[in-house]
């Protein structure tokens, strides 16, 4: 299993631009997640999804966008870049039930100049 | 979610036990204690978990208060890959349904494992 799996894992966008944040998982998860991170700070959730077709805001959902078509792959877009964008974006994936470990990709470095 | 609270910093020289405390005082009885850490600028890893016992894998000890407001995440014998910063977050037990199965990370303390 090559677990969670983000691409591109470096881009640098200019304000304004738009993107997508590919995410893929192939441990059958429901659940998956996207949390970005800030230098120095712990993560923050944007968005989850309990199942395909199933989205939801975390805490920072605002200037990003989610879908949700298949059980495999969680795609987060920007569609208008802003420097406040600028961060490591990680995505996760987790079975439903008590007691499960979330997996994490190796995240996404996004610098937005 | 209950909040956690835990050091900054931490240090610990190689070989010896690394003892991390997290501080859960408004934990409900449906809650457990996950433990994560971050290697520098990789995504979390997921070590260990408990809800009132006493837990330990291959990786980790993880020792619950009795009431349950406090626990201490114990690598036995740290070496330096294990610098990294470790994040103690309350999560309610998922449930068919439910919508508690976010993770919540605060800052975590970093632990420096010193040669």
């Not at chain 1, 078509?69 to 039930?97: I, M």
């Not at chain 2, 407001?69 to 994040?87: C, E, G, M, N």
């Not at chain 2, 449930?95 to 303390?109: E, H, I």
């Amino acid at each position: 299993n090559a677990g969670v799996t983000q691409t591109p894992k470096f881009r640098i966008l200019k304000i304004g631009q738009s993107m997508t944040l590919q995410c893929t998982q192939d441990m059958n998860h429901n659940y998956m997640y996207w949390y970005r991170q800030d230098p120095g700070m712990g993560l923050k959730l944007i968005y989850y999804s309990v199942g395909a077709g199933i989205t939801d805001k975390g805490e920072v959902p605002n200037g990003y966008n989610v879908s949700r078509s298949t059980t495999e792959d969680f795609p987060l877009r920007l569609e208008l870049a802003a420097p406040s964008q600028t961060s490591v974006y990680f995505c996760a994936s987790s079975f439903p039930g008590g007691q499960t470990e979330a997996f994490f990709g190796q995240g996404t470095r996004l610098t937005v100049v | 979610d209950a909040k956690t609270t835990q050091p900054p910093s931490m240090d610990c020289a190689e070989g010896r036990a690394a003892n991390l405390p997290c501080n859960h005082s408004t934990i409900s009885g449906n809650e457990y204690v996950y433990w994560y850490r971050q290697i520098h600028s990789q995504g979390p890893q997921y070590i260990i978990h408990g809800l009132k016992n006493n837990e330990t894998n291959e990786m980790a000890s993880l020792i619950i208060t009795e009431d349950r407001k406090s626990s201490t995440l114990i690598l036995p014998h740290a070496t330096l890959r294990d610098t990294a910063v470790y994040y103690c977050i309350v999560r309610p037990e998922l449930r068919s349904g439910g919508s508690n199965y976010k993770l919540t990370f605060g800052k975590g303390t970093l632990l420096t494992v010193n040669p």
